[in-house]
């Protein structure tokens, strides 16, 4: 690692089973790149890929293996020439790999996944490799890459080089519609505040990390102030006294007291984390059955996506 | 008993909707009842005060299978199964050294350090939900003698260990961490250790007294000051 870049981590597919002693989950911000990264070096579906967040990301790569970028436009260079990304290519030791700063202005996502054929090696804590840094669990010591650690990773030589044709790559604008599943404290929400809710334009703020998306916008009111804390599912939207929404994320804490309206579908949230301040969001509401299906439509095109085969 | 959608993936199941001994038991047995209907189903499970969040795989199950799983495991719940909880007893030093607004929180009750440090003392409490960090266990009720509300201005960094109480809560801070409740003490079990087997002394359902220690025993134990 010669430059760990804004915040780069270590990621599998997420930590689970362990909420009930306080540890959160995890796992990439973006499970669409994150698995296809891994779909193309032909890898496990969660075999622990690196999750740069903004870019700035210098490696040298110490065996000879096969890489892959996927996610976010961050331009991928390999020994300073620019490589396509969602493409896999062979790297020798002694390269050097690069995931760019975004160029400003673009409105092309801001997470990117680097993969390596086979997945980093790297001891499961708690059943997984994924890093929380508020936690200081997973990855290699707890914490996001630092300039001088190691990746460990097995050498591979040949392999398949595959691409994901560019007509099936995931277009990362600068708004997104978040779909909802009504649910939680809807109840305490009265009908006008939640007309309010699906009908008003919100702005991502700057405070928008791991744990949570905030935005900002009209603001809601709800009839309580709080609740007994109760778990928090992956996308809940929770209203706060301030009545500007808060969409909770993989790092999210595990309980909670405040209300909530409803939780925002995964395959969305995906695109969300894919934002950055200052762009737009709205909420649509949509019925679990609704939801349930999109979800297994998704799931199948992700297994089923024609990936081409190329070779040098 | 009432079961919500949560999320795409999430039900919510409640049991009550007060802190209670009785509510808490209910949520216990809930859980295990739970956790055994929905097998490879389930991927998390998050007990609280009065309710568990139920998370499951869509794409192995649905909503309609899990509702009625949960529903018919539930239904004939027997609370008796959940145990009384071990009984656990953490050492505590109470010292305005160890704890900053001991004497602010004595004061603000009316009452002498040591009367509060005997009536912190004297209660058992429930291990009712443990989340916010890892480790962190919510133990509940507090004698309203001595309940106090969360500081106006949290602090930026709470020690290791610190015992402290907000409303009628209290609980042990098991890592060094922001926090806005009333430092009354501290404690040097260590509340989650990631190395060690088990993780954590407590277990949501357990029973918890605070013992009184003095200094040099607090720092025979591994304290730290």
Known sequence: MVQPGLMSLLQDGGRYGQQRIGLTTGGPLDPEAFALCNRLLGNDATATAVEVSFGGLVLTATVDTRICVTGAALPLRINGKEQARWCVHRVGAGDEIAVDFLTAGTAAGCRAYLGVAGGFSVAPQFGSSSTVVREHIGGLKGEKLQPGDTLPCAASSGGPLRRLPEALRPVYGNSVVLRVIPGYQQAHFSPLQQRRFYSSEYTVSERCDRMGYRLEGTAIACDIEGILSEGICFGAIQIPADGQPIVLLNDRQTIGGYPKIGAALSLDVARLVQLTPGATVRFEAVSRDAAHNALHLAAHRLRTLPLAEFSL | ?225
């Open chain 2, 1 to 225: 008993m009432r079961l919500s959608q949560a999320g795409e993936a999430a039900l919510m199941l409640y049991l009550g909707d007060e802190t209670s001994p009785a509510v808490s038991a209910r949520v216990q047995a809930a859980a295990q009842a739970v956790e055994a209907a929905l097998g490879d189903d389930l991927v998390d499970l998050v007990p609280s005060y009065a309710s568990l969040l139920i998370i499951y795989n869509p794409l192995t199950t649905d909503h309609f299978s899990v509702g009625r799983r949960v529903r018919s495991a539930v239904g004939g719940l027997d609370t008796g199964n959940a145990g009384e909880g071990r009984e656990v007893r953490l050492p505590v030093y109470y010292h305005p050294e160890a704890g900053e607004d001991l004497e602010a929180l004595a004061q603000r009750a009316g009452l002498g350090v040591d009367e509060v440090i005997a009536i912190h003392s004297a209660t058992e409490y429930r291990v009712y939900a443990i989340g916010f960090a890892p480790g962190f266990a919510y133990l509940g009720q507090v004698d309203e003698r001595i309940a106090a509300p969360r500081l106006a201005t949290p602090r930026q960094r709470v020690p290791r260990g610190a015992v402290a109480i907000a409303d009628r809560q209290t609980a042990v801070y098991p890592a060094v961490s922001p926090g806005g409740w009333n430092l009354i003490g501290r404690c040097p079990t260590r509340m989650f250790d990631p190395a060690a087997e088990p993780t954590m002394p407590v277990a949501v359902g357990d029973r918890v007294r605070f013992e009184p220690i003095d200094r040099s025993r607090f720092l025979a134990l591994g304290g730290e000051l």
